[in-house]
């Protein structure tokens, strides 16, 4: 099927319902880049290697590259977000469901955001998007198991990994700095943070970007009659299209997040920070390489409490990470309850 861009702007203007897919899809984008990204550039901004301002901006601009670089070299994270769920039917009404999954994460990120907590976008689109499908199949025929085996992968990758390597790269950074100066070591490693939270905000693009895409191709295939995207390839266009919104995002928010992960969760310094950035961006490329979708919120929280846990365990501020983990567990249920509802209330309203 035709995806140039001429092709899909003569859609969303013939067609009000598709583009209204669009603009939720690159509202929900928007919001990813508000609430979502800010968890990258946290460690940065709490040891003061740069200022909120200009770490937003730096996250702001790699995570419009990670969008279009990572997709080039391997957009698998893109075609299994699609696949999960079964969309088949009249195509006006699985577009209106997928609408309403949308609308359902637009208000599960708004409200954790008001709160100051990172929940996870990645999770809150698949609990949508299922609760969605679920709504429209009438019953599990909505939701492809095999596809949903990797989101678990994921889950488990994204907080055992990245605890563990966080762990083991500040262990290793202060066996290597041990006996060095200390003035001397703050100035370098002020230096690699920056840096590594540069790629952390570059795998944020890379991961995240691919999500969204999958979504905003599945609704212009959907719109179309073919509810398979088997084959089809992400256009340039849409990598720009959807990096552009979220680092707009990024810009415009994250001041609360930053606060909540790189400052009440652990106290770090720079060292610390550049140990748990390094290990996440590593958990990221590795899971992007593989096609695995993983949440880089969960990523980047367990890297740091990993991190914490070096000096001694009771350095994690746990009344926070509480708050972290609840709003993770309860991201599948309560978005995808409000994306069945959301469907079902859509549907009537629309049909």
Sequence with gaps: MDVSFSFFWDQITSNPILMISVLLTLGVIFVNGWTDAPNAIATCVATRCMSAGGAIIMAAIFNFLGVIVMTMINSTVAMTIKNMVNFDGDSEVAVIAM???????VIWAVAAWYFGIPTSESHALIAGLSGAAIALQGGFGGINADEWIKVLYGLGLSTLLGFGS??????????????????????????????????????HGAQDGQKFMGVLLLGIFLMNGVDSTAGAELPVWMMLLCSVVMGVGTSIGGKKIIKSVGMDMVRLEKFQGFAADIAAAACLLLSSLFGIPVSTTHTKTTAIMGVGAVKRLS??????????????????????????FMAKLFIVIFT
């Design 166 to 203: 966080g762990f083991l790269i500040c262990k290793l950074v202060i066996l290597i700095c041990r006996g060095m100066d200390r003035r001397k070591t703050n100035h370098f490693f002020k230096g690699a943070q920056i840096f590594g939270a540069a790629a952390m905000a570059f795998m």
């Design 315 to 340: 350095a994690v501020n746990f009344r926070v990470v509480w708050d972290m983990v609840l709003t993770w567990i309860l991201t599948f249920p309560g978005c995808g309850l409000i994306g069945f």
């Design 99 to 105: 609408c309403a999954a949308l609308f359902a994460i």
